[in-house]
């Protein structure tokens, strides 16, 4: 008799994901499916509108990363006007999306996922989250605290305020940097370098000792990767081309412009989730799903480009012990790693002060009535492409996000875990392992999903598992308050 | 030239005679939130935000064309004008739509501005959702029909002062529209002499500078 | 910064609804530091200061009617880091930086919530209480709380 297992998370907003594992007749495990239940429709509010609004009403669809959306439709926007942004916006954008990728990876990692990373799996709700790590290693929660001002500060410095600045505007920004705001970049790095070494050394012991066997397995699965690379096939997160691998690390594709985007790839729709299923047309629905965001960007790329982080980033790959990183752990690592190439990458940009002067944006007219836009947000690859008519109003909008092409993804780790931490075949009455719950959420959060908006109040969190047989019998049910 | 003395909320002031009421409240230093007013142009008591009691009269008047005459005794600050004022704010948010967040007028709005000095915190009448357009026809301007409040401000400098009257209001009632020419796309009416004016007195962020302009046509970032 | 000395005053709440801005007005008209909501990184504003009072609206169980101010003790753990209670935020203030200031929590009984900017005639009645605490609080040296 089939069986569905069924975690939903509540929280204080309701309905946003959820988690069924499918059981079949002989009580195997069919798929795990995560859910997401909210429709936004946000395509639909932008139709209509002038293409130049997109940066700032784009932005709104994410607290955590609007900076993201307004670099990607700002982007989108030159290739309508058919124009370069001068090198000093180019340079203020990169040091923009620097900082954005910063202070996001630093929520995750310190806010977010660093006590189940660092302190072990647990069910005492006062001990995950942020608060487990401030018990357990104020130091680090301390310094991860600042390390996500520190990102914050230079948006809200550089672009006027914290969430939702309207600093990026098609053809380039609308200020060039400040002596005063240089300075206080400057200032504050080294506090930032600090941070991101203290990080890394203790995860890193970890993961010599506890973490060893997850570093490994936890949610291992093959698949494609896509990011943006530089010319000289470097970690980029903007103005680059893209470079797809496979799990073997075989260059499957390169130097590819975001403008075969359309041809390059289609997005399944499934009856079960909002969220679509973006693959590569040609390999199919099910091969074709591929990775991105900060394992995808360091498994894609030849290099950092920066010392410290070259050190980082080959070190990641050598643990691994295989070309290509493929456990869905890793991500943590990866944003680490990340946060350290972010961290010299504005220091490289401030060195000077040649983005405190200069030309900062190129005026243009309407010269093209379709354009799409990439850019690499902390999560992953995320595409804007626009249709706009001959007065610049915007008749199709389509948006491919990060989240999305990590979707196939986020419900085969589930499966991956599901399969490790249950004893299939499960009959009747079957009892949960008391872990199942935070293995399951912890594979999403590797993922960082934009939902995790939602489902990140650890510990808070109410969780439910139910083993239903297909007569509506509740078999087993497991609950953390 | 006559003045005449009249008390504004107790007031005492001396305007000349003739002169709008407003012009007595100014003298009283009262401000009231205006939206159709604009001092250059002649006045047309669209937006009724203005609106005093004064003693005697049957209902509440509006200060931007009555006139001051000797003795009258006005009040601005009642419960019920102080009510009307905000239904009214409230009425121009739900006809059209105004998503502040994403205006490019957030900020530097009167009808924001406005609606700060009614207190007004939400809306209490359901929205109407219109569904309306933009003109982007013109090469440097844009008019948002979402965030036009009918104030007419541009109906009236680009008669009385441009010369030009390439604004016209359309329809009545709830349909009621700000059109170009003869209804036609802003960009295809000809005696349109691209001066901005229009765009220099719109309350909201109906009418804007666009931001796909080869040269910014004033400066400013 | 308060009138008193080192002491930090920090009210929570939001004005745009009816009672629950009780904490917020009191705090801005003694010069204090305003919030919505505590979250971790308010901790590094409790360096520093020797003295910190919370000032919150209060839905007292069986309808108390007067304004009460207490001592505060670092108390608590876990839950969301979106909203903090403020001995928690002791707790995390000790935790991070090792620093524990006296602490002190006017509670303001509310009554109602709505999406306005007024408070209720019941609360209003209660501010004159309030403030007399709150600057009591002010007055004190830092051995009250």
């Known amino acids: 008799m089939a069986r569905t297992i069924t975690i939903d998370p509540v929280t204080r907003l309701e309905g946003h994901a959820r988690i069924t594992l499918q059981v079949d007749d002989r009580g195997a495990l069919v798929a795990a499916r995560f859910h997401v239940t909210e429709l936004r429709g946000f395509e639909t509010f932008c139709e209509g509108r002038p293409f130049s609004e997109m940066p700032m009403l784009t932005a709104r669809i994410c607290g955590i990363c609007p900076v993201s959306h307004q670099l990607c439709a700002a982007r989108t926007g030159d290739k309508l006007l058919a124009v370069q942004p001068p090198a000093t916006a180019r340079g203020l954008r990169q040091l923009l999306n620097l900082a954005q990728i910063c202070q996001s990876h630093a929520l995750s990692f310190f806010y977010l996922s660093s006590a189940d990373v660092l302190l072990g799996w647990t069910d005492d709700p006062d001990r995950r989250g942020i608060f487990g790590l401030i018990a357990a290693d104020p130091e680090l929660a301390r310094a991860g605290i600042r390390l996500r001002q520190f990102g914050q500060g230079v948006i809200e410095r550089l672009a006027g305020r914290r969430i939702h600045p309207s600093w990026v505007v098609p053809g380039g920004v609308r200020s060039a940097l400040t002596p005063a705001t240089r300075a206080w970049i400057l200032e504050h790095l080294p506090e930032a370098r600090r941070t991101a070494a203290l990080a890394l050394e203790r995860f890193k012991a970890l993961l010599d000792g506890r973490l060893q066997r997850d570093a490994r397995r936890f949610g291992d699965l093959p698949s494609l990767f896509m990011a943006l690379v530089a010319a000289d096939g470097s970690w980029a997160c903007s103005d680059g081309a893209l470079r797809i691998v496979d799990s073997q690390g075989v260059i499957v594709a390169d130097r590819l412009s975001e403008d075969a985007m359309p041809s390059m790839i289609d997005e399944a729709v499934e009856p079960w989730t909002y969220l679509r299923f973006p693959y590569l047309r040609a390999r199919g629905r099910i091969d074709g799903h591929y990775r991105v965001g900060p394992l995808a960007r360091l498994n894609v790329c030849s290099g950092i480009g920066t010392p410290w982080a070259d050190r980082e980033w080959r070190e990641f790959r050598q643990r691994a012990g295989a070309p290509v990183v493929t456990s869905s752990f890793a991500y943590h690592h990866a944003r680490l790693v990340e946060i350290v190439a972010c961290l010299e990458g504005i220091a490289r940009l401030v060195d000077d002060d040649s983005l405190c002067q200069g030309r900062v944006r190129a005026r243009a007219a309407l010269n093209a009535n379709e354009a799409i836009g990439v850019s690499e947000a902390p999560r992953g690859t995320l595409f804007h492409h626009y249709v706009v008519d001959d007065d610049g109003l915007i008749t199709r909008i389509n948006l491919i996000i990060a989240t999305g092409q990590n979707n196939r993804a986020m419900n085969l780790a589930l499966e991956a875990v599901a399969r490790e931490e249950l004893p299939w075949p499960i009959g009747p009455g079957v009892e949960l392992p008391a872990q199942l719950l935070n293995r399951l959420e912890a594979a999403i959060r590797c993922y960082d999903p934009c939902l995790s908006c939602s489902t990140h109040a650890a510990g808070a969190m109410a969780l439910q598992v139910q083993l239903r047989g297909a007569d509506g019998q509740v078999w087993a049910d497991d609950r953390r308050p | ?221 | 910064m308060t009138g008193a000395g080192d002491g930090l005053v920090i009210g929570l709440g939001n004005p745009w609804r009816g009672d629950d801005g009780v904490g917020w007005r009191l705090a801005a008209a003694a010069g204090g530091c305003c919030v919505r909501q505590l979250t971790p990184d308010l901790a590094e504003k409790l360096v520093g200061p020797s003295r910190v009072l919370f000032i919150d609206g209060w839905l007292a169980p069986g309808g108390a009617r007067r304004p009460r101010l207490r001592p505060l003790l670092p108390a608590g753990a876990g839950g969301g880091s979106h909203g903090l209670a403020p001995a928690l935020l002791l707790t995390v203030a000790f935790d991070l930086y090792g620093v524990r200031p006296a602490a002190a929590l006017l509670l303001v009984p509310i009554v109602a919530c709505p999406h306005d900017r007024r408070l209720s005639p019941a609360l209003r009645w209660q501010l004159p209480a309030a403030r007399r605490l709150l600057h009591r609080w002010q007055a004190a040296g830092p051995c009250m709380s």
């Open chain 2, 1 to 221: 030239m006559a003045v005449v003395t009249l008390h504004v909320d107790g007031m005492a002031v001396a305007v000349p005679a003739g002169a709008p009421l407003l012009q007595a409240l100014t003298a009283a230093g009262v401000t009231l939130p205006t939206l159709c007013h604009h001092p250059r142009l002649s006045p047309v008591a669209a937006c009724r935000l203005c609106l005093v009691e004064l003693e005697g009269a049957p209902r509440p008047v509006p200060a931007c064309v009555t006139a001051a005459a000797e003795g009258q005794r006005l009040a601005t600050d009642t419960p019920a004008l102080r009510q009307g004022r905000r239904l009214i704010v409230e009425l121009l948010f739900a006809e059209g739509n105004h998503p502040c967040a994403v205006c490019v007028a957030d900020g530097d709005c009167e009808l924001q501005d406005a609606a700060q000095r009614v207190g007004m915190d939400r809306v209490t009448v359901p929205y109407r959702h219109p569904p309306r357009q933009v003109d982007a026809s013109h090469p440097l301007f844009l008019l948002d029909h979402h965030r036009c409040i009918l104030c007419s401000r541009c109906v009236r400098v680009c008669d009385e002062i441009e010369g030009a009257h390439v604004w016209a209001m359309a329809e009545r009632g709830g349909r009621t529209r700000l059109i170009a020419g003869l209804d036609q796309p802003w960009g295809a009416v000809d005696s349109c002499t691209s001066c901005g004016k229009c765009v220099a007195v719109c309350p909201t962020g109906a009418l804007v500078t666009r931001e796909d302009v080869p040269l910014s046509p004033w400066p400013g970032p």
